[in-house]
């Protein structure tokens, strides 16, 4: 059989599209300091693709930055072009060429070079330099600005550098630095050390001068974690009374530095900040506080001089929230030492000993919590917060029955403490005497219990009371505001009985005194009447009636008009019992701190017999 025939050859490539022509007669002509225009003629077309645009590149000769190169679309048909934002007195290159439909970039035209106009001011003030992550714990790296163009273009940057606080004190750190490099200050140059705050600053020269001064920088430290000293810290709620809280103020070893940190906090109740933590070297604590409300924190480095500045405050957080104690409970909590022998800590174990010492069933103590003591190392503890090597215990203490612990419907729905019932009350003052008494049992968590701190109830508020060794109800505050209120009723009768009889008195004590000294009232017999007698008392003495009464009178010898009354010691002398008689108007009172004085207001002057003795004064001494 015949052979079949060979197949066809392949078809022939396509030709490939010929290079666009570029434009010709490239022109070049300075505008100004920072503009030169640039002109070309359109190249005849002859065939092949179309022009989609053309492509303008622009070569830096001279300057901070040679051989830096730009390129620039530019419309197909445009024969002019006007480049901006160059360098003062540099010299460009340019050349363009033709793109294709495709993306086919055809020739290069020729070079042509041309050099911009001089800088006609000195620059203005450079932006800040800004920090870089990367310091390490001797140095701060910092990257500056790139370099201006423009008729006042920068030739170089200058750094500055000063202690950060409220008056700087600048030097150079650096000269002819160039834009948009990374410059290390290290630690012993330049005035910069460890555990100081520094800020920096640029200034920028030219062949027309130097700028003013650039902004100031933020605060910087050897390390390279400001930023972290800024950021708020992270905390986490972890008992009712207790939280952790964590910050990134030495994350990358230098902690060798020595930082001190103080941990503050703000409760949402007020806009005051308290230190929580004075001193501490850590950077991660579980502190003591007690929070239902919310509160914020934030940390200040102690001992870095010049930091100005606190980190942000965390968001608002409360502490845990405990289940309200059952119907009738008292809440209470105690703390303990950590032992020298491990002893188990259990909610179970702590309630067997308790109620163990206490002589009561295991029902009624129940143990709420168990916070674990603060961690960490800081120089001082507080009482209301801060760091604690102590665990706390916090239990519900029952009454005896049990038909008491059903909680009412609306205190359930509500979640309400109810008011404890009087049984709880003794038990927890039990508790608070035998803490108070030294003498728990040994080999129970009782003999570990801080016996100073003793035992402290805990209310719905979240204040913490110390509970009282005085037996209930004497210790209620419902017996002692009774009692206040019914000695105040007391003393508010006496006084006013006292008040209503002075006006009467002090009238006649007037009358008297109209009618002259020169004929002197005698003084009258005492009444038979006891009870007008105590009368006459306390209205001479101003208080109540003095008990046991004696009374003393002076002989005729004359005494100070300004001070009646006041006769010499030896002048008293013990006077018969009728001088104790009502006063009349013509003995008005005179107070003295002790005795109480009678005197005439002549002051004796003119001595007249009064029975068996010649006396014009008498004074009442209450035994």
């Known amino acids: 059989p015949a052979a079949p025939p060979p197949p066809p050859p392949p078809p022939r490539p396509p030709l490939a599209p010929a290079l666009l022509s570029p434009p010709k007669r490239l022109r070049l002509r300075t505008t100004s300091c920072d503009a030169i225009t640039v002109r070309w003629v359109l190249p005849a077309q002859r065939g092949g693709q179309p022009v989609e645009r053309l492509l303008l590149r622009a070569t830096m000769l001279d300057g901070p930055s040679p051989h830096e190169e730009a390129l620039l679309d530019v419309p197909a048909d445009s024969t002019e072009f006007i480049a901006t934002g160059l360098r003062a007195a540099t010299t460009y290159r340019f050349a363009i060429a033709a793109v294709s439909a495709a993306g086919v970039r055809g020739q290069w035209s020729e070079w042509e070079d041309e050099t911009t106009g001089r800088v006609e001011s000195a620059p203005d003030p450079p932006e800040a330099p800004l920090p870089r992550a990367q310091s390490t714990c001797d140095s701060i790296r910092l990257r500056l600005p ?191 030492f950590a032992a020298n022998s491990p002893i188990e800590l259990a909610a179970a174990r702590v309630g067997r000993d308790v109620s163990a010492a206490l002589g009561v069933a295991e029902g009624r103590v129940r143990c709420v919590e168990l916070r674990p003591p603060a961690t960490g190392t800081a120089d001082e503890e507080k009482e209301d917060g801060g760091l604690s090597r102590r665990t706390m215990v916090v239990l519900d203490l029952l009454p005896a029955s049990h038909a008491m612990l059903a909680v009412p419907g609306d205190s359930a729905h509500g979640g309400l403490w109810t008011q404890p019932e009087a049984a709880a009350l003794e038990l927890a003052r039990r508790l608070a005497v035998l803490l108070a008494s030294r003498e728990a049992p040994a080999g129970t968590v009782l003999s570990r219990a801080d016996f100073a701190a003793g035992l402290q109830r805990l209310h719905e508020s979240g204040r913490c009371q110390r509970v009282s060794t005085t037996p209930w109800p004497l210790s209620s505050f419902s017996f002692q505001l009774a009692l206040t209120l019914v000695l105040g009723c007391c003393f508010l009768f006496a006084l006013r009985r006292v008040l209503a009889r002075c006006p009467q008195r002090h009238a006649k004590a007037f009358e008297g005194a109209a009618a002259g000294h020169e004929e002197q009232q005698p003084i009258k017999q005492p009444q038979e009447d006891e009870d007008e007698e105590d009368d006459h008392e306390s209205i001479v003495a101003g208080m109540p009636p003095p008990l046991n009464p004696k009374i003393y009178a002076c002989s005729g010898r004359a005494l100070p008009p300004d001070e009646p009354g006041r006769a010499a010691a030896d002048d008293w002398h013990d006077a018969p019992e009728s001088f104790l008689s009502d006063a009349g108007p013509a003995l008005p009172v005179r107070a003295a701190s002790s005795p109480v004085v009678l005197a005439s207001a002549d002051g004796c002057e003119q001595p007249e017999e009064v029975g068996s003795e010649e006396a014009r004064c008498v004074r009442l001494v209450t035994l």
């Open 146 to 336: 790139a370099l201006r163009v423009g008729c006042s273009a920068d030739a170089s940057l200058d750094l500055e550098v000063s202690p950060a606080g409220p008056t700087p004190h600048w030097s150079v750190a650096r000269r002819s630095l160039e834009g948009s490099e990374e410059v290390i200050v290290e630690a012993g140059t330049s005035g910069v050390t460890t555990r100081s705050a520094f800020v920096f600053r640029l200034r920028a020269t030219n062949s027309r001068g130097e700028s003013a001064p650039g902004p100031q920088s933020a605060s910087l430290v050897t390390g390279g974690y400001a930023d972290e000293m800024r950021a708020a810290p992270v905390v986490q709620a972890q008992s009712s009374a207790s939280y952790l809280i964590e910050w990134g103020g030495v994350l990358r070893g230098c902690a060798s530095h020595g930082v001190l940190w103080s941990v503050q906090y703000r409760r949402t109740s007020t806009t005051r900040w308290d230190a929580l933590v004075s001193r501490t070297s850590e950077s991660r604590l579980v502190v003591e506080l007690r929070c239902p409300e919310g509160c914020s924190f934030r940390v200040l480095p102690s001992n870095i001089k010049g930091w100005p500045e606190p980190s942000a405050a965390s968001e608002p957080l409360p502490t845990l929230k405990l289940h309200p104690p059952a119907h009738g409970a008292v809440r209470t909590q105690f703390s303990l």
